[in-house]
Nanobody
Framework: QVQLVESGGGLVQAGGSLRLSCAAS????????LGWFRQAPGKEREFVAQ????????RYADSVKGRATISRDNAKNTVYLQMNSLKPEDTAVYYC????????????????????WGQGTQVTVSS
């Protein structure tokens, strides 16, 4: 059974930083890409960042480009999202997600691509 468990959210002032973690279990971690999405109240879930199964490719939404870094540690079965220079508009529940197919390299920004989701971690940025 695939499980994704996020942690690291919290309350931070604008301009601050957070590192979110997503611990995966239930299958061979290194064979799957992972994505981070977020959902603010009243808004649709939106893509934040994605890292390929090898870690050699990363992609970011324009809204976080230059402020976010996604990385993975295959030895720890964990993917990270480092967020810097946080803004109030970054306030949302952040989710990690993974597709069902190994070595998937297709559409990465569409939530429907992902079969497995964590429970989310709340990030609140105060102004």
């Amino acid at each position: 059974q695939v499980q994704l468990v996020e942690s690291g959210g919290g309350l931070v002032q604008a301009g601050g930083s957070l590192r979110l973690s997503c611990a995966a279990s239930g299958r061979t971690f290194s064979s799957y890409s992972l994505g981070w999405f977020r959902q603010a109240p009243g808004k649709e879930r939106e893509f934040v960042a994605q890292i390929s199964w090898s870690g050699g490719s990363t992609r970011y939404a324009d809204s976080v480009k230059g402020r976010a870094t996604i990385s993975r540690d295959n030895a720890k079965n964990t993917v990270y999202l480092q967020m810097n220079s946080l803004k109030p508009e970054d306030t949302a529940v952040y989710y990690c997600a993974s597709p069902s197919r190994q070595y998937y390299s297709g559409t990465y920004y569409y939530p429907g691509t992902y079969a497995y989701w964590g429970q989310g971690t709340q990030v609140t940025v105060s102004s």
